[in-house]
Every structure is written in structure tokens, then in C-alpha cells.
């Protein structure tokens, strides 16, 4: 029903706009490039003096003015880097007139050629003269660091930060808030998670050379999601019609990583053409890119629960990365275009683990030597088409029609536990790496006993549908340049998540752990032990399962409860408009969110009754279905005090959705009736559950910023942000509530109290003409929230929430080399309540470079060293002495070539 009056909606907007035909309107449109004609100008802006309007290149150098009466005009053009030009334009017989612009100085042409200087101007450009806060990284910068996906792009932003998997970045989090908390999208189209039970997309799925840009939005109008709460990634893909010509590209690299000794190959290519389609000329734009990445490395950890219980990890990893992208492009004449785009990435970890497992109980300790042995593959694909018109009166209407899908499944991921006790095993739990002795008995794997194995099939699935249409009409309000726009968007969103789990617990009495005993494993934290064959498990394994004993209950319990299937339905509609008055540009709208919700999972219930010999599990299907809506306004001002100072304001409310884990029909329950000393029977039970009838997380959201970009290249600017959260998820101990009576213990996310995040990000990028460039961004907030656990209130920051972040550049270019030093820092911050303890992630600084050699204007060579400092990764319980875990990750080094045409 939902998306029946979707579409009845979006048909009134569509019919309001096309009543009229296509014609052609009285106006300009142009494009922008250098001098040579050879490079596409975006982010410039374009103002006709005369009428106090003003627009932006887009990524094709493209711009456009409609209704414009007959008569003279002056187009100027300003671009950081570049010196302003005027040109005088005729408009005459309500025609369209079509011309060519081009920046033509030394410095532009410098700034165009080399590449650290193209992309800073880029980016700079477009973030002067965007209607609200964002942060840009452009193709070029990309380009310049030495990363291997999106989510590493990103963190050289002001206020932006990485989670890192195994030393590689993965989560975005913007402004320290949950990545859960942020919307990404890819060609305008929402990405969702392959994940199991989050929201979060982890951004290593996306290789770096798939991507044309990357786009933070900080302050959103209601054109956009209002599940943004940090903001919104858009990752925009490669098309022809922003490139002059054919291009193509071709890049190869090895990387050898230090801890494991290997070196892994990577390549990636892209090519773009226009061509003539029929009796059209250059109207068919056709763009391809792929990149390839097979990746050996590996970590050492060793991590703690904070009391009798340490854990060594040694992991042995293979990457790999595919990406590919194929987008065209149909531009019959300047006032329709049609487009088509397209994205696909798959991304797997073939993952061997050796775990050493110890239990400090005096005489009772004991050692458990773990091997984890799983392949893990998730994919992403990303379809959407749409189209753009200039209508008559004016009018412009962009339609787009999409469907994206994400996946992970883990086929037969095994793992195995083998046990000893009677040890004598101690240690100082003091420190980052604490020291463990242990005696000869357990460092000899034939004197333990194989004592569980676990096998698991997992998959999760993510699929979005998304229709959407905007409507947009420029006008004259009381002699200002003013626009309307207004639109509807549907999507239609499914999560599933399917868990098959086996647990065998029973005759391994034949078994003899020693026969899988391999040499002990480089690993540098302290003594490990023999290694564990790989090969020689999975073998044994696959032989004999079928005469292994399997625990049912467990197997039941686990699969059931953690199976799930949430379906989401969005309808939004908003409008808003753009106003300039004098200097002052004025965005402001309205946005209405509804949600359609349903659930369907089980309440599965492990019963072992003593009293009356029962030993079973009950699953109860269950299915909820609920629905809520939002109405969320935004305003963004802008005010240009001349060509370099810009003042910024921006009021916005955002939303996000609960996580489908927190949010799923699931109840795992474990009843327990037991003998007491006095002859009678006690019953304990607890659960872990979700909550189909979470509240999302609101927020109100304050900006100020001011920016100055002084000389031919750089910026500096300041900017306060807060956020003021109502719903804010934790996780509380619910029994005796209705429903939980006679519980012991029911752990539940619930909607909490308030929290807040304020903070202040700082920038400078300065570009000189000897060929340095320095940039630099710090941002310094201060976050507060409430968590509830055990009856328990707890005051913390925000998760994820560091102090400090920032980022340090030192460059220099010139026609023949490039080279970058970065610094990454990450301050100190909570992460969660573990068992009452506070855990915190530590400092986190990295360094890395690149270095370019233009062998000619087609030909370079290139080198990175990454992690050159070897930071490991390392958190804490309640004070940096205590250890929760160290992992070390060594450093890595790349060296290959690029080819472009």
C-alpha cells in the first residue's frame, strides 16, 4: 500500500512538471576548461553580473542560465588558483546560446597539470561554493595518498576518522558519531549494508580506483535522506562526459607487508569514450573502470578480558578486492541526458587464526589452543538510471530508478577448540603486552584434548529498491534570483540474515591433537606454542564428521535466534528553496519521512529441567510490524562577504533508523531448573533480546563556520558543530519489566537518555608557487552520554567519540616529481561497557608516503610506504595499564607505475 501511494505521489509531481512540452528557453549554457582545451574545470563559479545569479561548473565543466530576457550580459568566472575572467554574451530571440570558456594563466595551467595542486583546487572550489557545509575529495587527490579504498580516502577530511579490520580502514565515522549513524550512497543511490544486523557500510568493499569523488555532506537540506545524523558519503563513479577525449588509464603495483614477508600484486584500468549515437553527435558517453587487489599480511595480538583471562591471536590473512564499474551516458541536446550507472565489488578474506586461550584459576587453570579456519566473501551492486531535462517555463525535473543489493556469507567457516588443564600457567597483566609463563604441559599440543568444533553457514542479505524524482524551477522573487524545488522518494528496503550453526561436542576420545601440530608461529608478543595444521584439521574433518556427536539444543539456540528477516519501507516528500538576497543565499526546507516496519524472527527458549528430566528448546515464530513517521526541517545560510570570505549557518534536524540486530523479533532465552543443597529446585533464567519497538535516534544539529581562501591556492577555516541526540540507543538489563517478570538477567537495547556532541574543526591548505603545499585539519569536540547496564548509570562519552582527530601533509611538486608525508592522528576514546569496565581505544598515529616520478606526460612511477611508524592497535579497561587488546600489523611498502593516455 506503501508503495502504491508512492507512486501516486510521484506521478502528481512528475504531471505538475510535464504538463508543458520540451522547448528551448532563452539563457546560456556553457563549459568550462584550461587553455589547452584538454582538462574539464568543476566547482568554478559562474555569475551574470547584471542579475546577481550565480551557478556552479558541474564534474562535465558544464553550467547553465535560463530565462534571460534579450540584451547584453557579463559572464564572470572564478576559480581558486586562477585569476577572474568577463566575457560579454548576447542572448537575442529567446535562444539558447551555447559557448565555450577557458581559464588561461600560468597558474591554472600549473594547478591543472600537477596532480596534489589539481585536486586541492578541486576540492576547494567545490566546497566554496556549495550551498551547505560538505568536504570534498576529488579524483585527483585521491590519487596523491597511499590508500586502497574509500573509507582511507576519507580520513584526510576535517572531522572525519577511520575503524580499522586488521590495520585497513573500514568504517567512517564523521564528527565521531557511530558509522550506524551515517547514510552512503553511491551515484546518489543508497548503499546497503552487506553486514549482518547493521546499517554501517564498511567503505573496503569500495577499491579507490573505481572513484571519481567522494562528497561528505555535514549539514543536509531536505533534498536528502534525513537518516544523516554524522552526514552523508555520496561516492560518485567515473563517466565520459567528464573527461575531454578518450582517456584511459592503466596502474600495477606489488606490496610487500613486513610482519607476513609477502608481496601481493594489485591493478587497476579505466577507459572513457564519447561517440556519435545515430544523428547525434558525441552523444553517447561510455566509461569503464576496474581495479584488482589480491593482498597477504596478517597481525599479532594479544588481548584480555580485564580479569583472569588472556588470549594470544595469530592471524594469517589473504584479501582479496574486485571492482568494476560500467557507466554510460545519452545527451541528445542540452536539455535532456539519460543516464545509466553501474557498480559492482566483491570483497573476501580467506582468514586462518591460531588462538591461545588462558584461564587463571590457581590450580584449576587451564588452556585452550583455538584455531579459527573461514572464508568470508561480501559483496555490493549498485544499478541505478535516470534522466534530466530542461522543460519549457523553465522547469528542470530529475528522475532516477535503482536498485543496489549487498551480501556476506561464510561457507562452512570451522572452528575447532582442544583443552588441557592441570597447568601451571601465571602472569603480570601488566601493560600493553602482558607477560605470560606457562609450563611445558601446555606448550606441548599432544597433552590436549580436542573438546568442541563449531561450523558455520551465515549469510546475509541487503536488497534497496529506491524511485525518486526532483522538480526544480528557477524564479525572480522580489527582483532576487530564486528557485523552488521539490520531490518524493520511495525505498523499499529487506534485511535478512540466515545463521546455520553446528556444534560437535562429543567421541573425540580417538582424536590425538598432536598429529596436527606444526612449527611454532612467528609471533612476537611471547611464547605461542606449536602452530596447528590448516590443511590437516579441514581434512580430518571432512572425513569424519558424520561420527562426531552433535549438541542439538546449542546448534537449535543458536541458529534459530540469530535468523531474522526486517523489511523497511520509506516514503518521503519535501520541499524547499533557494533564495539570494544581496550576498546572502538562503536554502531552507521541509522533509516527511514515514517508515512502514515488520520484523519476523523467533523466541527460542533452551529448557533444562532437572525436576522433571526435560531437556529441549522451543522456537516461536514471530512476526511485529509497526510504523512512525518524521518531519524534519533544515536551514542552511550562506553569506559572501566578497570573493574570499565566507561566513556559514546551518540549523538541520536528522534521524537514524535502529540497527536490524537491535531492532529484530528475537528472543534467546536459557531456563535453567536446577537441585539446590535443601532438596528443592531453583529456576534461573535469562535472555538476550531485541527490540522491534526501538525509537530512532533524533537529533538537532547546529553549524557555524567561516572560510577565507586567500592567494592563488588555500583556505583556512573554522567551524563549531553540536548535536543534540533524544533516543540515543543502549543496552539495559530489563527483568522484572512487564513481560520479564521472574528473569534474572534480560539484556535489551532501549531508547536512553539524551546525549550531546559539540566540537570545533580547524583547516589550512596552502599551496605555493616553489611547488610546497601544507595542509592541515584538527577537530576538537567534547561528547556526553548516558548508558544504563546491571541497573547501573553510567556518565560516558559518546562511542567512538575521540577528542582530537587530525590530519598533517607535507608536499612538493614540480613537472617531474611528487612527493607527500601524511600524519593521521586519532585521539583516545570510550568504545563500550564491557562486564562494568569502561573500555577505551588508544592514541592512534600513523605515517605514510608517496613518492611520483613522471617518466613522461603518459608514464609514471610511483612508491608508497604505509604505517611507517608500525602503530599497532590497542585498547584498554579503565586505565592505559591494563590491556584489552594490542594487535601489531608492520609496515607496508608498494612500488609500481601508472599509465595514462
Known sequence: MKFTHSLVAMGCLAGIATQAAFAASGGVQGTLSDSANTVLIEGAVVKILELNTSTV????????????????????????????????IKVKDGQLLTQAFALGNDAVETIVVLGQRSGQAQALNLQRSADNLKSIVSADAIGQFPDKNAAEALQRLPGLSIERDQGEGRFVSIRGIDPNLNNVTINGLNVPSPEAGVRSVALDVIPSELIEGLEV????????????????????????????GVSASFSAQASYNELVEDTSPRISASATKVFNFGKYENALGVAAAVSYFDRDFGSDNIESNGDDELEQRDYLINRERLGAALNLDFRPNGDNQYYLRTLYSRFSDDEYRLANVFTFDGEDSEVARETRDRFEEQEILSISAGGKHYLASYWQIDYQL?????????????????????????????????TITQSPRSLDLANFELGEIELNNNLTEDQEFTLKIDIAKDFDWLGNPAQVKFGSKYRDREKFNRADIVFFDGDFDSVNPGEFATQT????????????????????????????????????????????NSEEDIFAAYALTKIDIGNLRVVAGLRYEGTDFSTQGSVVEQIEDEQNDIETVVATPVLIERDYSHFVPSLNLRYEFNDNLIARFAYTQTLSRPRFEDSAAFQLIESTTEENDEGGFDVERE?????????????????LAIEYYPGKLGVISAGYFRKDLDNFVVFADVAGTAGFEGF???????????????????????????????????TFSDSEATTFLDGERFETSLPNQSDTIGNLTLAYENTKLSLRLTWVHKGENFEEIDDDLLLFEDDHNQIDFRGKYSVNDNFQLFFNAININDEPFYTFFDERANNAQFEEYGRTFELGFTWKL
Not at 531536505?222 to 552523508?232: C, E, M, P, T, Y
Not at 562452512?412 to 601488566?430: G, P, Y
Not at 537495547?749 to 591548505?765: F, H, K, R, T
Open 744 to 778: 534474572d538477567e534480560v539484556i535489551q537495547p532501549i531508547n536512553g537518555d539524551s546525549a550531546e556532541v559539540q566540537g570545533l574543526e580547524l583547516s589550512w591548505v596552502k599551496g605555493f608557487d616553489n611547488g610546497f603545499l601544507i595542509s592541515a585539519n584538527a
Open 402 to 434: 535503482g536498485y543496489s543489493e549487498s551480501s556476506e556469507e561464510q561457507p562452512d567457516a570451522l572452528q575447532t577448540v582442544f583443552e588441557v588443564d592441570d597447568v601451571d600457567i601465571d602472569s603480570d597483566f601488566i601493560g600493553p603486552i602482558p
Open 521 to 564: 608461529p612467528d609471533y612476537p608478543l611471547g611464547d605461542f606454542g606449536p602452530g596447528i595444521s590448516r590443511s590437516g584439521l579441514r581434512t580430518f574433518f571432512n572425513e569424519q564428521r558424520n561420527n562426531f556427536d552433535i549438541d542439538p539444543l546449542q546448534s537449535q539456540l543458536e541458529s534459530d535466534g540469530e535468523s531474522y
Open 57 to 88: 561548473t558541474q564534474s562535465d565543466g558544464s553550467f547553465r542560465f535560463d530565462d534571460l530576457a534579450d540584451g547584453t550580459y557579463t559572464i564572470e568566472i572564478s576559480y581558486i588558483g586562477a585569476e577572474k575572467i568577463q566575457q560579454e
Open 687 to 703: 535472555a538476550e533480546i531485541g527490540n522491534p519497538f526501538l525509537e530512532a535516534t533524533e537529533s538537532d544539529n547546529i553549524d
Open 217 to 244: 555532506t555535514k549539514s543536509v537540506t531536505s533534498d536528502l535522506d534525513a537518516d544523516a545524523i554524522g552526514g552523508s558519503v555520496e561516492v560518485k563513479s567515473l563517466t565520459a562526459f567528464d573527461r575531454k
